[in-house]
């Protein structure tokens, strides 16, 4: 079972808002046009419409397909053998595709803490497991790495889940595939200073594989411009 990520780095917000700004009739629900106009910040404005796009270009779904459940997570109102799952932050959009199993991304900037803080933030949603790892590290740069790592994966576990914090979140443990919780984990470091992580929750002990797609601004301009077909 494939699951596919695909991100958009965005260098530029001025030059993607002005690109991709008129397209949020063709992108965004009546609804979803009443939050982008009610955004200050182009920086939001464009993580929520580039969301939007690349989950209906990838999967061609027309602006009235999507639900969302009590916690906010999206859903595709008429296939539920469809899942998919949206994160952003400062300069990335990330979107999470799978079939048949439920799936969640996360994706975080890397920003130094101190060694209290990162501990502090450990101790109430790393297992005991995940930290004694983190702590036979050495090098800072390597724990910090770490710990974004366990972050963003247990952010995409509830992700996945589709509810909001839980507070067992210790009891989880993210090092590989969780047996478990049936969650296989995928991390990786992209742009050399975000860290991404995916979690699939398996259906009939199904094994995931994970792939994924870095959406050049190339690709992004030639989605909106083109049927939604073309996919």
């Not at 002005?18 to 009546?30: G, R």
């Not at 910090?144 to 839980?166: C, H, N, P, Q, R």
């Not at 792939?211 to 601004?217: D, F, S």
Request: hydrophobic share 35%; net charge negative.
């Amino acid at each position: 079972m494939i699951v596919k990520i695909v991100y958009f780095k965005i260098s530029d917000y001025d030059l993607i808002f002005d690109k991709v700004s008129d397209y949020t009739c063709k992108f965004l629900t009546e609804g979803e046009n009443q939050v982008f106009n009610k955004y200050v910040f182009k920086r939001d404005k464009i993580n929520l419409l580039l969301g939007r796009i690349i989950v209906r270009k990838y999967l061609d779904l027309d602006v009235y397909d999507f639900d969302k459940n009590q916690f906010g997570k999206l859903n595709h109102k008429e296939n539920n053998k469809m899942y998919f799952n949206i994160s952003h932050t400062e300069g990335i959009v990330a979107v999470s595709f799978s079939h048949n199993q439920n799936t969640g991304v996360d994706v975080e900037i890397m920003r130094k803490m101190k060694e209290d803080e990162y501990i502090s933030l450990l101790n109430y949603f790393a297992s005991n497991d995940e930290k004694n790892n983190l702590f036979k590290l050495i090098d800072y740069e390597n724990k910090i790495e770490e710990f974004y790592k366990i972050w963003t994966s247990k952010e995409a576990y509830l992700k996945a889940l589709g509810i909001g914090l839980v507070n067992d979140l210790p009891k989880v443990c993210t090092m590989g595939r969780n047996k478990k919780t049936n969650t296989n984990y995928y991390s990786e470091i992209i742009e050399n200073k975000y860290y991404l992580s995916c979690a699939s929750i398996e259906v009939n002990k199904q094994h995931n594989e994970f792939a994924i797609q870095r959406l050049t601004e190339q690709e992004l301009f030639e989605w909106i411009d083109s049927p939604l077909d073309i996919i």
